[in-house]
């Protein structure tokens, strides 16, 4: 966020390479940040369906692609193979 403020100063300013460096500095920091915190979302604890109650560790890539709200992700059960919102349960 910081980046993008300063981003915006500097092109207010008209100091553009510095800006644009800035913006992409931010994003090189922001892309890995993102990554590890999906990656502590998937380990953490399991998922539980709430059509047949099995609960399972998720792939990095199905928590990455699954929509959410809030704790639950719509996933494919391992399973039933049904698709559901399954809760996150941490225990």
């Known amino acids: 966020l910081a980046c993008i403020f300063v981003f915006c100063y500097m092109m207010e ?8 460096f ?3 500095f931010g ?3 922001f892309i890995p940040g993102v990554a ?5 979302e998937q380990k953490a604890g399991f998922y539980e369906c ?3 109650n099995h609960k399972f560790v998720p ?3 199905q928590v990455l692609w699954a929509p959410h709200i809030g704790r639950s992700r719509k996933m494919k059960c391992p399973h039933c193979s049904e698709k559901s919102y399954c ?3 941490v225990e």
């Open 13 to 20: 300013v008209g100091n553009y390479p510095w800006g644009i």
């Open 22 to 24: 800035c913006l992409i």
């Open 27 to 29: 994003f090189v920091l």
């Open 36 to 40: 590890f915190c999906l990656y502590i």
């Open 50 to 52: 709430q059509k047949c």
């Open 59 to 61: 792939s990095y890539s």
């Open 87 to 89: 809760k996150k349960v």
